[in-house]
């Protein structure tokens, strides 16, 4: 068990299993863009995704943004405003056992006046992109928070 993930592995297993994952993902405001990281893990592997993290129990969804934030940019951030409740279905998942992964994230937009970020290992690379966001292939979930955060209008 480590800090990134607090919780044992055949835990994590009937959890992903079993039932959706509360979440919080990040529209960051970084300088003139958002933030996108090339993720690492399951699911999304190998796409430019917001940060985002699972809601520990017992943990304010606030508190959850701020951690995700630090952990995942290293950086702290000040929260703008709540975009609202998604449901994400993917066919992939970290465990071998499930059938795909089922979230239900709270967007957030979210501001950091840091020069520098700092991918943890769920993330190869860490991308300060400005609309149009030309050059970056965005998944649909994706698009969906930036044009809520109003980043990207629905015809972008």
Do not use: C
């Not at 993930?5 to 003139?32: A, F, K, N």
């Not at 985002?52 to 304010?60: D, H, I, M, N, Q």
């Not at 979210?110 to 993330?123: I, N, Y």
């Amino acid at each position: 068990m480590s800090e990134e993930h607090p919780i044992p592995q055949d835990d994590w297993e009937t959890i992903v299993d079993s039932v959706p994952l509360v979440s919080v993902d990040l529209v960051v405001r970084h300088g003139d863009g958002v933030v996108l990281g090339k993720r690492t893990n399951e699911p999304a592997k190998g796409e430019w995704f917001v940060p985002g993290g699972v809601v520990r129990k017992g943990e304010r969804l606030d508190e959850a943004v701020h951690r995700v934030a630090e952990g995942e940019l290293g950086v702290p951030v000040t929260i703008q405003r709540r975009l609202g409740v998604y449901e994400h279905f993917w066919d992939e998942a970290d465990v071998e056992s499930a059938d795909g992964k089922h979230y239900v994230p709270v967007g957030y937009l979210v501001t950091t006046d840091a020069d520098e970020l700092a991918p943890d290992d769920q993330h190869a690379d860490l991308r300060t992109v400005a609309p149009p966001v030309d050059g970056v292939d965005l998944h649909p979930y994706v698009r969906d928070y930036l044009v809520d955060a109003g980043v990207l209008s629905d015809g972008e």
